[in-house]
Nanobody
C-alpha cells in the first residue's frame, strides 16, 4: 500500500511555470514506478510522464521539451517541473504509483492514486 499526496498546483498565465510535488508514504518507494497524469473537464485521463524504478523517464509527446519528471528516492517524492505552460495544459494533475520496474503512460496500469492538484493556465 502507498498513499500519495500532491501539491504545487495553482493558476498561472500562459508561458509560466509550475512545479508539482507528490509525497509517497511507503517504505518501498524505490520499487514503485511513478507517473503523472492529468484530466481536463470532459476529457479522459491521460499520461503526462513516468519515471521507472531504474530512473528512465517516458514523456507524452505534448510534454517533451516542456515538462520534466523526476524522483527523489531518499525523500520518497516525485516532481513535475512544467515550463512554457499553455491554456490546454489546464486540468487536474494526479500522481500515481505502480509496483514493479516497468510502467508506461496507461492510467489503468496504476493501482495507487493521489487526490490530485489543480493546474489552471490562462491566456
Amino acid at each position: 500500500q502507498v498513499q500519495l499526496v500532491e501539491s504545487g498546483g495553482g493558476s498561472v498565465q500562459s508561458g509560466g511555470s509550475l512545479r508539482l510535488s507528490c509525497a509517497a508514504s511507503t517504505s518501498d518507494y524505490t520499487h514503485y514506478c511513478m507517473g503523472w497524469f492529468r484530466q481536463a473537464p470532459g476529457k479522459e485521463r491521460e499520461g503526462v510522464a513516468t519515471v521507472l524504478t531504474a530512473g528512465r523517464t517516458i514523456d507524452a509527446d505534448f510534454a517533451k521539451g516542456r515538462f520534466t519528471i523526476s524522483r527523489d528516492n531518499a525523500k520518497n517524492t516525485l516532481s513535475l517541473q512544467m515550463n512554457s505552460l499553455k491554456p490546454e495544459d489546464t486540468g487536474m494533475y494526479y500522481c500515481a504509483a505502480q509496483w514493479g520496474p516497468w510502467c508506461d503512460l496507461t492510467p489503468s496500469e496504476y493501482n495507487y492514486w493521489g487526490q490530485g492538484t489543480q493546474v489552471t493556465v490562462s491566456s
